[in-house]
């Protein structure tokens, strides 16, 4: 009953890992540090994340409407449109195409829905060279790796080990200067971007009225992706639609704050269709639209909201949990505080059990989000799922403790015996010395704090005076 | 190309999304009014500000009162850079000057705006439709050939800016991009090709130019 899960695990992994936390500690101060008077100077965050959110819902109350504007115009514009039930559609529709075409090799930009639905290795097993190219991703996939944070995937690799892989995967003399590093991986890369056949990339943001994707980055890889190779694919979730590109404004503003503090990425690129054969960029153009668990959550009056997400990372930097852990103790591609939610709805929650225990219920996470997510009240809502999936006896002591709790005469009662209990069975340093072997051995990973005589809530105002 | 199993899956999609949406009644959504802006005070100097905010970019500024004095800064620019190679654009603005005589001098060979010739060059020059002073950002479009590749492939990158398309902010930049068919491809650049990704140290020219000039031409 008290064996440690493979989440445990993970944690206890991510905990020990110094190089690690120190990243982690360093990455999430610096990218969240002025965020706040960024906001400010471009408009004030609560205005602006009330007219994101406000952008968000106005495509997902009418998500069916949207998705048809968005496929009318796309082919208006010379593309074609694929819509996929499940990541394996995703695999097939890509390597038909890739068959039919004549493609052998595949760049690819950081895209967190080709990561879910985990299209490198269906690709390569078919046969195709994918290359990751934004930096980050490079680095993770040349160490069999998966991301540890949705905007910053290699953030727990430290500079030695990325000159170490480099010397062993690419042949490159042992540097540890980053930007030795950077020129190697730019010029390996290069030359991928030149041969290649077809180029994939998610889509920040979809633009139903004029079927234009919306790409944001900081390296360029994204604007050699999508303009070199003959065919882009560009693969989304069916909740990335903005309805136009007024809608956009206020999403262009809030994302490059939230993810890294920027008011503006690097490059924003807006692709309409293909650029055909005499163009400068690729002559085919394919959208594919991705339900998966998707439109099960769009049916949910408490899970909904979570369709509003844009990626940003906003929410792990602040959390103390996931800058405590960091993103590969979490079991799924997405981390933190949204990975949390998105796992627990895409597997269902009585599968996350121990995962949605991973909360503080600081609440930093709703704080920041920049389209206004409640992720704190779907914990709550998620543990009660799973807690029902456990079967009628848990459930039933589960609430019968939360009621007795929830009556301040309950609440006293329950103080005082708990007060008593603890003094009886714990040691002076916190340690069980009474009860079945199966507790003292659990008291040995975990000391509890030995209760007061009197009860918080019982000390009176002479306590304040002294 | 609609594939019959992609029609099955479209019907089924939507059909599943139309009955998510049936399941509740969500809260009305609010209609805001227009996104607050940071406006720049009016009468403010949009030169001054966008040259601001791209110098903190670690990006070059530099402007041009007339033809003469634009091909004297591309030679400054160009100069250091001889014997290496040049890809330009057929933007317009690039033919106030004679190129390939600035070229010439200068002692860049001249290549075609294109791949794969263009994957050797070392600086590309093109135009820019419009900047926004607010962050510092230039808009290109597909409108104009080679402005999409020259501002990418090369290591180097130089734009030329008309004054009459320096604007406040994206809100002003919109309206006059939407006015007319949508390019097919636009790209909002700002500031040089750059990256965090390894120990969060930012390097400059990942994929793109690591050094990235704007030219001022004050009388376009």
């Known amino acids: ?59 997902l109350n009418r998500l069916d409407e949207y998705l048809e504007r968005t496929e009318a115009a796309v082919l208006r514009a010379g593309g074609h449109v694929f819509w996929a039930e499940t990541g394996q559609d995703v695999a097939d529709y890509i390597l038909k195409l890739a068959r039919e075409k004549g493609v052998r090799t595949v760049v690819k930009s950081k895209s967190m829905v080709t990561e879910e639905i985990e299209l490198n290795p269906a690709l390569e097993w078919a046969g195709l060279e994918v290359f990751e190219t934004d930096l980050g991703e490079y680095i993770i996939q040349l160490a069999g790796e998966r991301p540890s944070h949705i905007v910053l995937p290699a953030l727990h690799k430290s500079r030695q080990e990325v000159a170490r892989l480099f010397e062993e995967k690419l042949g490159l003399a042992y540097t540890d200067v980053p930007e030795d590093l950077t020129r190697a991986a730019r010029q390996a890369l290069r030359r991928r971007f030149l041969e290649a056949d077809m180029g994939i990339t998610g889509a920040n943001f979809v633009v139903a009225e004029t079927g234009t994707v919306v790409l944001l980055e900081n390296e360029g890889n994204i604007r050699l992706t999508t303009t070199l190779p003959r065919i882009h694919v560009a693969i989304t979730g069916i909740e990335k639609i903005v309805a136009d590109f007024d809608d956009l404004v206020p999403l262009l503003k809030v994302l490059p704050v939230s993810a890294l503090n920027l008011k503006m990425p690097g490059y924003a690129s807006f692709l309409t269709g293909p650029a055909g054969e005499k163009g400068e960029g690729p002559e085919e153009f394919h959208l594919v639209l991705l339900d998966s668990y998707r439109s099960q959550v769009l049916a949910e009056p408490d899970f909904r909201q979570m369709l509003r997400c844009i990626r940003c990372g906003a929410c792990l930097n602040v959390c103390p949990v996931y800058g405590h852990i960091g993103g590969h ?58 807690m029902e999936g456990r079967g009628p006896i848990l459930t039933g002591a589960a609430a019968a403790a939360a009621g007795l709790y929830a009556s301040p005469p ?57 | 190309m609609s594939e019959p199993i992609s029609d099955v899956s479209r019907r089924r999609i939507l059909e599943r999304v139309r009955r998510g949406l049936r399941a509740f009644e969500p809260p009305p959504v609010p209609l805001p009014g227009p996104t607050p802006e940071e406006t720049p005070a009016p009468g403010a100097d949009l030169a001054a500000l966008f ?32 014997g290496k190679s040049a890809i330009v654009s057929d933007h317009p603005l690039l033919a106030a000057v004679d190129v390939d005589a600035v070229l010439g001098r200068a002692g860049l060979k001249r290549l075609a705006a294109s791949v794969p010739e263009a994957a050797a060059a070392e600086v590309g020059l093109t135009g820019a439709e419009l900047a926004l002073a607010s962050t510092a950002t230039l808009v290109l479009t597909s409108d104009h050939p080679g402005d999409l590749i020259a501002s990418l492939l090369p290591p180097v990158h130089v734009a030329l800016v008309p004054r009459s398309g320096l604007v406040p902010s994206l809100a002003q930049a919109l309206p006059r991009l939407t006015a007319r068919p949508l390019p097919r491809a636009m790209v909002l650049v700002t500031g040089p090709s750059k990256t965090g990704d390894i120990e969060l140290t930012m390097v400059l020219g990942a994929h793109g130019p690591g050094r990235a000039h704007a030219v001022l031409l004050d009388w376009v």
Request: charged share 25%; with cysteine; proline share 7%.
């Open chain 1, 410 to 466: 309950g609440y006293d009662l329950a103080a005082r015996a708990l007060s008593i209990a603890g003094r009886v069975l714990l040691d002076a340093q916190g340690r069980v010395r009474l009860g079945p072997e199966v507790i003292k051995k659990m008291g040995r990973r975990r000391r509890l704090p030995r209760p007061a005589q009197t009860p918080f809530h019982r000390l009176g105002p002479e306590k304040e005076e002294a």
């Open chain 1, 329 to 386: 103790a979490y079991p799924w591609v997405y981390s933190g505080p949204m990975g949390m939610v998105l796992t627990a709805l895409a597997r269902g929650p009585a599968a996350c059990q121990d995962l949605l225990l991973a909360t503080t219920l600081c609440r930093a996470c709703a704080e920041v989000c920049p389209v206004m997510i409640d992720q704190p009240a779907m914990f709550l809502k998620l543990r009660r799922l799973a």
């Open chain 1, 1 to 59: 009953m008290f064996k440690p899960t493979p989440f445990d695990r993970a944690v206890e992994a991510g905990l020990g890992n110094r190089f690690l936390r120190r990243a982690l500690a360093h990455t999430t101060a610096t990218v969240t540090a002025g965020r706040l008077a960024t906001m400010a100077e471009i408009g004030g965050f609560q205005p602006l994340r009330e007219r994101a959110a406000a952008s968000r819902d106005r495509v």
């Open chain 2, 51 to 82: 040259q601001k905010r791209w110098e903190i970019l670690t990006a070059r500024f530099h402007r041009a009162e007339n033809p003469a004095d634009l091909e004297a800064v591309l030679l400054g620019l160009l100069a250091p850079l001889a």
